[in-house]
């Protein structure tokens, strides 16, 4: 979709022959955070990178916490967000679906949070107008890749069918919430937290040249469109 993410999930398009389609994006809204960041690593704008890479982590926690309400069976869902005190609440929650002892034949996942010094260069940008430089916010942003990917297969995994539940309530929550109308098609953005899940090995710098790419493609296609 040659178009600019939004809040809500249904993006309402026109293709060149004129026909209209409402398309269900179906990430969670952590992935789409990564991937406006790693957009704004490729347009040399640190500052939002490491903005948007803080607050992807964050979302990824609470679509966590969601993911456990969903597997208790609590209903109704989603359930209420947590607006303060959300990573101790998470940690909480974390640890008590992940033991310290072995899930089978896996070790439980790393806990998907960084210390206070990981996280103090977030902190500087959105606090006291740093102004972050491509090494400090490329390796920021691998911090978050190397935290979440891993943690998301481990709710795959381990929740039973929890994720899809709660991706569901999440996308009927926001389609009433925004007035959406009942989506034509549906898709899954192929975001580099995805990705990484399966090719746990490549870093942000190995994403730049397909970033690059896409964009190319995107500004060829609106400019042919004569936007």
Avoid at 35 to 62: K, P
Wanted: charged share 25%; proline share 7%.
């Amino acid at each position: 979709m040659a178009t600019s993410y939004q809040t809500g999930p249904v993006y309402y398009l026109t293709c060149p022959a004129g026909h209209e389609e409402r398309v269900l994006l179906g990430n969670p809204k952590h992935e789409i955070m990564f991937q406006m960041a790693s957009y704004s690593l490729l347009d040399e704008n640190y500052w939002g990178a490491v903005s948007a890479f803080g607050t992807s982590i964050e979302e990824f926690w609470e679509f966590a916490l969601q993911c456990f309400a969903a597997s208790k069976g609590i209903e109704p869902l989603p359930a209420p967000r947590v607006k303060r005190g959300r990573k101790k609440r998470f940690e909480e929650a974390w640890r008590e679906v992940f033991k310290e002892e072995p899930l089978g034949t896996r070790q439980p996942p790393k806990l998907p949070v960084l210390s206070d010094e990981e996280y103090e260069i977030r902190n500087q940008v959105m606090h006291e107008a740093y102004i972050p430089s491509k090494g400090e916010a490329f390796a920021f942003g691998n911090l978050i890749l190397a935290r979440v990917s891993p943690a998301m297969q481990a709710l795959r995994w381990t929740l039973d069918g929890a994720v899809g539940t709660a991706s569901q309530a999440i996308i009927a929550e926001a389609r009433a919430r925004f007035h959406l109308d009942e989506p034509t098609a549906a898709l899954g953005d192929a975001t580099i937290l995805l990705d990484n899940e399966s090719m746990p090995q490549r870093t942000l710098v190995d994403y730049m040249p397909h970033l690059q790419d896409m964009d190319e493609l995107f500004a060829s296609i609106k400019a042919a469109q004569g936007r």
